[in-house]
């Protein structure tokens, strides 16, 4: 499990649950094949930058949208974790783009260099949809999406055992990502989604 604020606080949720739900999906069309791809989100909040790519805003570690994330990998690949280490850091915060960002290998006792080759990943098409019913299809059809949610004292405060959260403040104020891996029904009837946070082991189960 994955938390955007090791080593340091960084508010890159956004480009969490889109490089989760890449991956998610990349692990589908390759049939779960090893080894895994795990996108890295570095390169998101070091290279997505308001200066270089105006249609899409984000500020690294002061916040983002999962959607322009999308649309920024349309035309620019990402990299998996084994070669863009996460820092908690972006271009707003001490970190900003360049070749080594977006990949690097190091030896001990050696300088850090660019590999000559590497993969890379991308977006061919993605979409917004709205409401529960389009949520579960596409889930159902393609694997995992990412929402927008508000974050309350009660979300904050959940903790492993606590059983479905259920948040009853009606807030609608939307400061958070996270991806939805799927969805269900209890056994006493009650619907829920299933879904990855971005904050380390100490929240949820």
Known sequence: MFNQHIPQYCGSCWAHAATSVLADRIKIARNAAWPDVNISPQPLISCMTNLTTPSYPAFGCFGGDQKDAFAYLMTNNATDRTCSVYTARGWTNGQTCSPMEVCRNCAPGEACVVPK?????????????????????????????????????????????????????????????????????????????????????????
């Open 117 to 205: 080759t590497y993969e890379v990943y991308g977006v061919a098409e993605w979409g917004a949809i709205v409401g529960a019913a389009n949520f579960t299809t596409e889930i159902a059809n393609h694997g995992p999406i990412t929402v927008s949610i508000a974050v309350t004292q009660g979300f904050e405060a959940y903790k492993a055992g606590d059983g479905i959260f259920c948040d009853d403040t009606n807030a609608t104020e939307v400061d958070h990502a996270v991806s939805i891996v799927g969805y269900g029904v209890n056994e006493t009837g009650a619907e829920y989604w299933l879904v990855r946070n971005s904050w380390g082991s100490h929240w949820g189960d």
